[in-house]
């Protein structure tokens, strides 16, 4: 919805939340991600570590550093990595927005304070993944997309799996104790990875884009997916028919229909024309489990000062992904 913030109401939060969209997966989905998880699987992980030898300042008993490991198509990726001085367990995994080619994902010793080893992950193209030739923003959207096994975003998710691979392979963690989270873009992903992970133990999806690729078209204004819909303008009818298959695979809509039996908690902005909250209400409800949750605020990707009611949805996430594996929270 393109609208004043301040001028949201419980009407407009309460119309935009119930939008839903059937899912519509190929008869092949699942074929298709189990068989890009198990070519992961195949490629060793060959994960090297390194950890600031200095402390930092403010941050005492927390370590900070990098981690690096071989993704889908041999591609190295990495990203930060910030530890309790003595890890005992869980693991919170995160990512970064679409348009942080060069910033990538920042470090995020709160989350080391409650106990968890966090782990950031750059996909394919970002910071510390990032090579000689690889498209900027505007462009990675399109990246590959001529084929569904070339396609950058199935390169990302398979990206994001191998982070919970290497979150689960650090020393002291406990691989049952993984919470997965992501906004925006690392949403869309997280939302597009989490059915072909196991033992997940929380799912937290602050407005998780690649859903709902038909509201998409009439709804998005700018980001990846006005990047997509004007592609889509420039190409023949037949040409876009085969696009919009391909996209079904993609579709976070699609795969929350897969995500059954975690405790999900899921954010939307109703002023919103980056991603939409109507596509974001779409995945919410097509989500299997039945613990799941629904937040909404009045915009995200956002100016506005409205934008700070996000604080509560991050205050709120934290204490439940902190309480779902365990740690004292007060």
Request: glycine share 10%.
């Amino acid at each position: 919805m393109d609208i004043d913030p301040s001028l949201v109401t419980q009407e407009h939060k309460a119309s935009v939340a119930a939008v839903r969209v059937t899912p519509d997966p190929p008869d092949d989905f699942e074929t298709f991600w189990h068989e890009t998880v198990d070519e992961l699987s195949r490629i060793p992980i060959d994960l090297t570590i390194e950890i600031e030898k200095e402390n930092r300042s403010g941050w005492d008993g927390i370590r900070f550093g990098v981690w690096q490991a071989t993704s889908l198509g041999g591609r190295r990726i990495g990203g930060p990595l910030t530890l309790p001085q003595e890890p005992q367990g869980p693991q919170w995994v995160y990512g970064h927005g679409y348009g942080s080619t060069e910033a990538g994902c920042g470090w995020d010793p709160a989350l080391a304070q409650l106990g968890f080893i966090a782990v950031g992950c750059d996909v394919r193209g970002y910071k510390r993944s990032r090579q000689a030739g690889d498209p900027e923003v505007p462009g990675w959207a399109l990246w590959g997309i001529e084929s569904k096994e070339s396609y950058a975003v199935r390169g990302a998710v398979a990206d994001t799996v191998r982070a919970v691979q290497v979150s689960r392979a650090l020393n002291g963690a406990d691989p049952e104790k993984t919470v997965l989270a992501g906004g925006s873009f690392s949403g869309g992903t997280a939302t597009l990875a989490a059915p072909w992970i196991e033992n997940l133990r929380y799912l937290a999806l602050r407005v998780p884009t690649f859903g709902a690729y038909d509201l998409r078209r009439t709804l998005v204004q700018r980001g990846s997916g006005a990047e997509i819909n004007q592609h889509l303008a420039q190409i023949t009818p037949r040409e876009r028919d085969a696009l919009r298959h391909r996209l079904r695979y993609f579709d976070a809509v699609n795969a929350a229909a897969f995500i059954d039996r975690i405790p999900v908690t899921v954010g939307l902005g109703v002023s919103d024309v980056v991603v939409p909250g109507e596509t974001v209400a779409a995945i919410y409800h097509a989500l299997a489990t039945t613990q799941k949750e629904l937040l909404t605020y009045a915009c995200s990707h956002h100016t506005h000062p409205l934008v700070a009611e996000w604080e509560h949805f991050v205050a709120h996430t934290r204490r439940r992904g902190a309480q779902e594996c365990g740690l004292a929270v007060s």
